[in-house]
C-alpha cells in the first residue's frame, strides 16, 4: 500500500491550497479514505473522511472551509481547503484503514498571517 501526498505550500490566511493524494496497491473504490493532520507540538487529528460512495464528513474546525472528495478512476482523494487560517498549519496526510492504518508521507501546509 502507498499513499503520495502533495499539493502543501505556504499561503497567506484566507487562502486557498488543494491537496491530493495518489492510493496504490489496494482496491481504492471500496476503502474510505481519510486525511488527518498534525500541527507542531499537537496530537495527529482527523480532518475530513469520504466513504466508498462519496459521502463526506469533517471535522468541526474545518467545515463550510475545506472539502474532501475523490476520483476512483484515478485513485486519488482531494482535499480543497478554502479560507485557511493560522491554525490550519500542520502537516497533512492521507489514510486509509485495511485492518491496519496506512499513513501516506504528509504534505506541509503553512498558513501565514
Known amino acids: 500500500v502507498q499513499l503520495q501526498a502533495s499539493g502543501g505550500g505556504l499561503v497567506q490566511a484566507g487562502g486557498s491550497l488543494r491537496l491530493s493524494c495518489v492510493a496504490s496497491?489496494?482496491?481504492?473504490?471500496?476503502?474510505?479514505m481519510m486525511w488527518y493532520r498534525q500541527a507542531p507540538g499537537k496530537q495527529r487529528e482527523l480532518v475530513a473522511t469520504?466513504?466508498?460512495?462519496?459521502?463526506?464528513n469533517y471535522a468541526d474546525s474545518v467545515k463550510g472551509r475545506f472539502t474532501i472528495s475523490r476520483d476512483n478512476a484515478k485513485s486519488t482523494v482531494y482535499l480543497q481547503m478554502s479560507s485557511l487560517k493560522n491554525e490550519d498549519t500542520g502537516v497533512y496526510y492521507c489514510?486509509?484503514?485495511?485492518?491496519?492504518?496506512?499513513w501516506g508521507k504528509g504534505t506541509q501546509v503553512t498558513v501565514s498571517s
Open positions: 469520504v466513504t466508498s460512495g462519496g459521502s463526506p
Open positions: 496497491g489496494f482496491i481504492f473504490q471500496i476503502r474510505a
Open positions: 489514510n486509509t484503514r485495511l485492518g491496519i492504518d496506512y
